[in-house]
């Protein structure tokens, strides 16, 4: 029942949330998402790690569709529990990061974002196909109307195309699924071992139109090159909550849907295919880095620099190898704690000064020091410096790289010199020089804000020093995934 709890108390702090409404509408959502992750923190405690403990543990399984025999079956393994504590713990902390701003309509907003949380973990703990696309459908619904309603002038043009190109996506997977589920022998099963099972009967064929159904959904999510074009724009004119949503946690959900729900179920396509795939993930990667460096607007410099780092994840990914995979899921986590946070701290400055673009900027260090002290941590997990959480996953993924191929590592390895490159200017045209008539009036971070921050700068740090504790608890669901692809 802990996987259900998880998945039904957001919704039902949701539906309070919108009842109250008001100003006690952040408050509700606030206090509904800290309940949320101390039942995740207590799953935590008692996920076990025995040799001959279940894989798939706190499993819940319910009759949904019993003529189709679709079953409400949820559960996590150590991926989807790494997956799951990432979203419970940042959902808290942008709900709070948003206290000192007042949303219209506040109880639809926060509303919203509970929905999405619930969307969310139900897309990490999903067991059966058609759950999986139920609640991928549930999580992005709350982040359109988000987007819509509270973002910027382009709010309507951007959300549209950014619709376009997930319904389109969507709809490939739902074809792919339904393939996979009629393929199944004797009552048909959309289980997830049952398709897992079809690797053996699946066809070359098969598998290839399968593996390009499924890969355009999750390759639109994350996104990969080319399918990336929403994403910049999304990203700048969404809200910020919007943005750390869909920066930190929704796009993690094409990367585990690509472990979860693509690799192992056509392990012939990957083989023949993951050139290509790996091909587009490095051109996204040198593609994002270059176009980060000639950014003025900080936002969308950052927005660019996630684009890159996804595209070494999905890189790591389609190699196959464990050090890929394993590299791949720490470096979602790690990815998570830092966008969301940098995203903050830009959302602290432009909120104070009005801008964001780098030539009115300047200076903000003499202002601010505590924002200077926290924009430095996160900046150098995010360029991955030794002894912070950047640096365990994307070592993990340039290793996996290296080993597929020497000169794609060589490629990919250059992401460090770039991403180092471009971050060091954000944060020097932003933090040092001459003040300018914007930040001249400057200040610092208030209580919630730093609030809001300490909790993700304590994961830079613990996940950099002690990564045992999080790569314990995938390493075997990692194997399992290799076992099957060979």
């Given at each position: 029942m802990i996987t259900l709890t998880l998945i039904l108390l957001p919704l039902l702090a949701a539906l309070v949330t919108f009842a109250v409404g008001g100003e006690n509408a952040k408050r509700i959502a606030f206090v509904g998402a800290l309940a949320n992750l101390a039942v995740l923190l207590f799953a935590?405690?008692?996920?076990?790690?025995?040799?001959?403990?279940?894989?798939?543990?706190?499993?819940?399984?319910?009759?949904?569709?019993?003529?189709?025999?679709?079953?409400?079956?949820?559960?996590?393994?150590?991926?989807?529990?790494?997956?799951?504590?990432?979203?419970?713990?940042?959902?808290?902390?942008?709900?709070?990061?948003?206290?000192?701003?007042?949303?219209?309509?506040?109880s639809a907003f926060y509303s919203l974002i509970l929905i999405m949380q619930t969307g969310l973990i139900g897309v990490f703990t999903a067991q059966d196909a058609f759950i999986f696309y139920f609640f991928w459908e549930v999580a992005l619904i709350?982040?359109?109307?988000?987007?819509?309603?509270?973002?910027?002038?382009?709010?309507?043009?951007?959300?549209?195309?950014?619709?376009?190109?997930?319904?389109?996506?969507?709809?490939?997977?739902?074809?792919?699924?339904l393939?996979?589920?009629?393929?199944?022998?004797?009552?048909?099963?959309?289980?997830?071992?049952?398709?897992?099972?079809?690797?053996?009967?699946l066809s070359p064929t098969e598998q290839t139109y399968i593996f390009w159904a499924l890969f355009l959904a999750f390759a639109i999510k994350m996104p990969v090159f080319p399918f990336h074009s929403w994403q910049p724009d999304t990203y700048t004119e969404s809200p910020a909550p919007a943005t750390m949503l869909l920066s930190g946690i929704m796009l993690k959900m094409g990367i585990y849907g690509a472990i979860r729900w693509l690799i192992p179920i056509v392990p012939t396509a990957l083989?023949?295919?993951?050139?290509?795939?790996?091909?587009?993930?490095?051109?996204?990667?040198?593609?994002?880095?270059?176009?980060?460096?000639?950014?003025?607007?900080i936002k969308r410099l950052l927005a660019y620099s996630s684009f890159a780092h996804v595209g070494l994840m999905a890189a790591g990914v389609f190699t196959g190898n464990f050090e890929g995979v394993q590299g791949a899921v720490i470096q979602m986590l790690a990815h998570g704690?830092?966008?969301?946070?940098?995203?903050?701290?830009?959302?602290?400055?432009?909120?104070?000064?009005?801008?964001?673009?780098?030539?009115?900027?300047?200076?903000?260090?003499?202002?601010?020091?505590?924002?200077?002290?926290?924009?430095?941590?996160?900046?150098?997990?995010?360029?991955a410096l030794p002894l912070t959480n950047g640096f365990i996953g994307e070592f993990m993924l340039l290793l996996g790289v290296f080993k597929y191929n020497n000169w794609f590592g060589v490629v990919a390895g250059i992401t460090i010199i770039l991403g180092a490159a471009y971050m060091l200017r954000m944060f020097q045209g932003t933090m040092f020089g001459t003040q300018s008539n914007y930040t001249k009036n400057m200040t610092d971070l208030n209580t919630t804000e730093k609030l809001a921050l300490l909790p993700l700068v304590v994961m830079v740090f613990w996940i950099g020093l002690y990564p045992a504790t999080f790569t314990k608890v995938i390493e075997p669901s990692v194997q399992q995934i290799i076992t099957i692809l060979k």
């Open positions: 935590w405690s008692q996920f076990s790690l025995d040799e001959k403990a279940p894989l798939v543990q706190f499993p819940f399984s319910a009759e949904w569709l019993p003529i189709a025999n679709i079953k409400f079956a949820l559960g996590m393994d150590g991926i989807s529990l790494l997956l799951v504590l990432l979203t419970n713990l940042l959902v808290p902390v942008i709900i709070l990061s948003t206290f000192h701003h007042n949303y219209k309509n506040p709350p982040i359109y109307f988000i987007a819509a309603v509270w973002g910027g002038e382009r709010r309507i043009q951007v959300t549209l195309k950014f619709f376009i190109y997930t319904v389109f996506g969507s709809l490939f997977m739902l074809l792919a699924l393939y996979l589920y009629f393929r199944t022998e004797g009552v048909h099963s959309s289980a997830l071992n049952d398709i897992y099972s079809l690797k053996g009967v083989d023949y295919w993951k050139f290509t795939v790996i091909i587009l993930s490095i051109i996204g990667i040198l593609y994002g880095s270059i176009i980060a460096l000639r950014q003025k607007d704690i830092n966008v969301v946070g940098l995203f903050l701290i830009i959302e602290a400055i432009e909120s104070r000064i009005g801008v964001r673009d780098l030539e009115h900027l300047g200076g903000i260090t003499q202002k601010a020091p505590v924002l200077t002290v926290l924009f430095v941590i996160l900046l150098l997990g995010s360029v």
